[in-house]
């Protein structure tokens, strides 16, 4: 079966979205304990030879989202109990 446009799109933007960003930030650290972690999220669907339903392949784009995170305190430097 031949890949469509939108499908081959799709699929080449999750696994870009998987490939690591190299940047190295040693002494340029805007906030040292702050972290932004981007995501995003797709569903695929392949339905062949169900009765009652009709033959279905599919890639979707689900959403994204993003995940904010400050770090309170570092547990190498806190006082054990």
């Known amino acids: 079966m031949p890949i469509d446009a939108k499908a081959f799109r799709a699929a080449i933007m999750c696994l870009s979205a998987l490939l690591p960003i190299c940047v190295h930030a040693e002494g340029i650290v805007p ?31 689900q959403g994204v989202s993003v995940d904010l995170r400050y770090k309170l305190l570092d547990r190498d430097a806190a006082p054990s109990v």
């Open 31 to 61: 906030a040292k304990n702050f972290r932004i972690e981007l995501g995003s999220a797709f569903a695929s669907h392949d339905i062949n030879g169900v009765p009652g339903l009709e033959d279905r392949r599919q890639l979707a784009w």
